[in-house]
C-alpha cells in the first residue's frame, strides 16, 4: 500500500510538474509569429547595454522600427525574456513580434518578445517549458529554412490569386 502511495505522489507530481511548464510554440511556429529576428552581440553602453546587429535573420532591420531609436546597426531592448544576466561580448538572439507592444508606440517596436543568450556555440529554445538544444549554426539554419518555406508559401498563393 505505501508503495502504491508513493506510486501516486509520484505521478501527480510529473503531471502537476508538465501542466506548470511554459508552453512554447515550436520554432517554425514561432518564428511565423516574429517581424524581426536579429544575432547581435552585446556592448556596455552608458548605464547598461546595447546590442550591435551581427546578422538579420528575419525582417528587414532599420533602426526606424524601433520606438526608442538606436544609432544605425544597433538596437536597445529590455532586461527580461531571456535577456536577464546579460554580459558584454555575448551573442543572443532576439525575437521581435508586431503584436506585443503598447497601442502608444504606433506600430514601432518597444521590446523583444524573447531572446536565447548563445552560450558554447550553443542555444537552448524554449527553455523554460520542453528545451530544444541546437547548435548556432543549426538554430539559424532551422529559422532560414523556415522563413524560405513561409516565403514560397506567400508567392505561391500570390500567384494562384492571380489566375
Not at 76 to 100: D, I, L, P, R, Y
Not at 104 to 117: A, E, I, N, P, R
Request: charged share 25%; aromatic share 14%.
Amino acid at each position: 500500500m505505501k508503495q502504491l502511495a508513493t506510486l501516486i505522489a509520484f505521478t501527480f507530481a510529473i503531471i502537476a510538474g508538465v501542466a506548470r511548464a511554459e508552453t512554447w510554440p515550436t520554432l517554425p511556429q514561432y518564428v511565423d509569429d516574429c517581424v524581426l529576428i536579429v544575432l547581435c552581440r552585446t556592448e556596455r553602453f552608458k548605464d547598461g547595454f546595447r546590442y550591435k546587429i551581427e546578422e538579420t535573420w528575419k525582417g528587414v532591420y532599420s533602426p526606424a522600427l524601433f520606438y526608442h531609436t538606436p544609432d544605425e546597426g544597433y538596437l536597445f531592448t529590455g532586461s527580461w525574456h531571456g535577456n536577464e544576466s546579460q554580459k558584454e561580448g555575448v551573442q543572443t538572439v532576439f525575437f521581435f513580434t508586431a503584436g506585443n507592444h503598447p497601442s502608444w508606440t504606433k506600430g514601432k517596436l518597444l521590446d523583444h518578445s524573447t531572446s536565447f543568450q548563445v552560450a558554447d556555440g550553443k542555444v537552448i529554445y524554449a527553455s523554460t517549458g520542453f528545451p530544444k538544444d541546437y547548435t548556432l549554426s543549426d538554430f539559424r539554419k532551422a529559422i532560414s529554412e523556415r522563413v524560405r518555406q513561409s516565403f514560397a508559401d506567400e508567392l505561391e498563393k500570390r500567384v494562384q490569386s492571380n489566375k
